[in-house]
């Protein structure tokens, strides 16, 4: 992450120049150059005393040539020799004084071979110790590759509870070399390290950084892809190859989990690692290497779960820091979470191209690879959705889940589908819940009603039952009343410590009720998501009767009939009888759902409706049959959520006769099914028993009352005399083989009591119809209650006897029998006889 200059005032701006320290002098400035200039060199210890000697000799030329009265020369820029200056001197002499400098030149060309003689030796010097110096590195090089260093490993406890403890030999891996910061260092810190003499080894150290311990894992600067090195052999065997993948993909998990703890450890410092994580979901790495499909994946998920622990539960603002002026602590935080958005923004553009590849169409054949990806990439999109649905870009992913609710795959569709009812179920502020209703419904119109049956079915998981609005109608109520209150406080004028505190007691529990949402807010998306809602169910209603998913609009009718407006309870209801008259192939499952959504709405308010019900009272009395202890074995909800419609809300409105017709063919139904369902249908009928005192004539079984007899086979249930027969099938029932069954048969039979003999357990008693189906229910493979453990017991051994067809044939078997056994003693010898020649001859 860059770092971004701050404004700051004129007064901090003085008070920092304050603090500085004053400018370094000439000194200090000239021993920092050194300092830089010694380090820029690299040279080592042997080349720095060859410089020093040679500096050495240049100064005790300089200063002979001073005693001599010569003109001292530069050092570096000596142009003229020292020969040349006594010739040029030797012409101006004569006499003793021309000898004397003659003898003095002959000593300085001795000194001057002598010189030439030892730089020579010098240099001899240098390279030996350089290629001391190479040895020695080659030799620790070579000690430190052979090295082994005992490390300790976990100590084992025994059984006798002795610890013993454990070491190995490893090989030697030093520690990585520091590397120099690539970052300058401002002038004003490096002269405060430069002008404190006694620090140079912190100021080394200062400008030293270490490098990160999971750089090199991440950055994958080892090449130790094994596919790549078995590719390289000319024969490859199958085998081989399935271990070098299998090598590469223990690899790259083992780095994709390095990667993801460092992110997890310090989020803001470790967003460079999300580039490494990226590179891992496309197809090919930043070396033209193909990723392998197992390690896309678990990039992709990886980067899922790091971001759903480390995105926020709020919506990311744009915060402009160059026209306002922010703390430091501010400008951090605004950096990293640009930051993390930008990210978030690539992985969501990434995961958007993987679902693109099979979404498309006229593109050629999708892959199974690709169709993979995709599945995937879904179910991190659906994740990230249901984890933070408030957070930047969350309406794009909904936006691109709500199309692909109606793609070719069905496990996509599954996973989209429970991803909505989730959001669906847990959205309290409701506006995800009114955009995906939205584009559902923009989706399903452009389509012209032709989608998969995901797009309707998700639909069913809106709370929209569920909603109180007494409860806010109390709450407003309660904060009219501590309003009041409060007014009444504010006017009294006795002891006020005791007044102001009553006021902060009920100020607080005035803002406590005002932090629930606005009722009229919260209204009006409700109501505009029940008016989507219908809107779909109708349009299909209306313009595509036959379509595929009709069961699935019907049973959103059935489920949410309760919100429906009047004014369309008798359109709707002539709808209904329409498709229940008119479609032939119209299944059992779509019937039970017209009849349930038609009582429901008649069991409410249309009641002030002038309908007979009469004719969906037939067809619900004909398709209770249609379910058994089958596969359609959990249709038998329907039946009794419209049972307690019909039986419960509406007994008033029905004829005895209809009404012991229900219960008639109701029992023969709970024959056919399971446990649970049996229990459901014993429990309406208690219900009913408990409700209506008609009913007892069924518990009768003299026959001789009544006139006609009972036809269960007619499909009207007003003219079926079902007064004429009793209730045979409880008898059954009382031998069931649950214990629950047999308990709730007995009660019926008893006529309910409510205490004495036949009387329920007060737990069973107080369940209702669905609560024993569901409480009871066996298809998780728990048995409720449970089955006790037999006890262990001996088998008893029975000595067997033999059955003899005819009377005469025993004695003579056991003649034959005793003669063969005399007959053995008499010769002690094992003796064999024919039995069906000996039978023959007799």
Known sequence: MGTKKVKISAVKRAAHLKQRKAPLNKQQQQKLAQQKAAKERGQNIFIQKAHKKDELFQRKKQNK?????????????????EDELLDNVA?????????????????????????????????????????????????????????????????????????????????????????????????????????????????????????????DVVNDEEDTNAIKKVAEKKMVSTTDLLIARQQEIERQKYRIGIICSGILEKPEDKMRNFNALFELMDETNKAGVPN???????????????????????????????????????LERVTFENALLQHFKKFLQRLEKLTAAVNRKGHGRVTPQAVKMAEVAVQGMSDLLMSHPYFNYVKNIAQLLVYMLNCNYPRMRETVHNCFRYVFANDKKMDMTLFIIRRINHLIKSKNNVVHLECITCLMGLKIKNVNLDAEKENELKQKKLEAHRQRLLSLSKKERKRRKKLAELNKELDETR????????????????????????RVLKNDPTSRVLSAILEGLAEFAHVINLDFFSDLIEVLNNILETQEDLGYREQLHCIKTIFVILSGQ????????????????????????????DDFRIILQTLDEVLVKRRRNMSQQRLMAFIKRLLTVGLNLLHHGTLATLGTIKTTFQLTSVLEILLDTDDSIGSGKYDPTLEDPEYCNASCTALYELTMLQRHYHPIVRKMATHIANGVPASGEGSLPSEIGKLSAMELFEQFDSTQMAFNPTIPVPRPCEPKIKKGHQDYLSRDFK?????MLKDNLVKANTTSKETTFDFYKELKCK
């Open 91 to 215: 012409d101006m002499l004569d006499g003793e004084d021309l000898e004397y400098l003659n003898m003095k030149k002959g000593r300085n060309r001795k000194r001057k071979h002598a010189a030439a003689v030892g730089d020579e030796a010098d240099d001899d010097d240098i390279k030996h110790a350089v290629g001391l110096e190479k040895q020695f590195a080659h030799e620790t090089a070579l000690e430190d590759a052979t090295k082994k260093i005992t490390v300790d490993l976990l100590p084992v406890k025994t059984r006798e509870g002795q610890i013993i403890t454990r070491t190995t030999q490893v090989d030697y891996k030093p520690k990585p070399k520091p590397k120099k910061a690539t970052e300058e260092v401002d002038d004003a810190e490096e002269g405060e390290a430069a002008g404190e003499e006694g620090q140079e080894d912190e100021d080394d150290a200062a400008d030293i950084e270490y490098e990160d311990s999971d750089d």
């Open 811 to 815: 004695p003579f078997y056991k003649q």
């Open 65 to 81: 040539r001073s005693a001599m009265g010569l003109p001292v020369a530069d050092v570096d820029n000596d142009e003229m020799d």
């Open 515 to 538: 932090a629930e949402e606005n009722k009229q807010t919260k209204h009006a998306k409700l109501t505009e998501i029940v008016k989507m809602l219908f809107n779909i169910y109708f």
């Open 606 to 633: 249309g009641e002030v409706l002038n309908i007979d019900p009469i004719r969906f009272y037939q067809h619900f009395y004909r398709n209770m049959l249609a379910v058994n202890a089958g596969k359609n074995h």
């Open 292 to 330: 392998l499909l197992t390690v896309r994946k678990v990039a992709i998920i990886s980067l899922t779960e790091i971001f759903k622990d480390i995105l926020p539960e709020y919506r990311v603002g744009q915060v402009d820091t160059k026209m306002q002026t922010v703390r430091k602590a501010t």
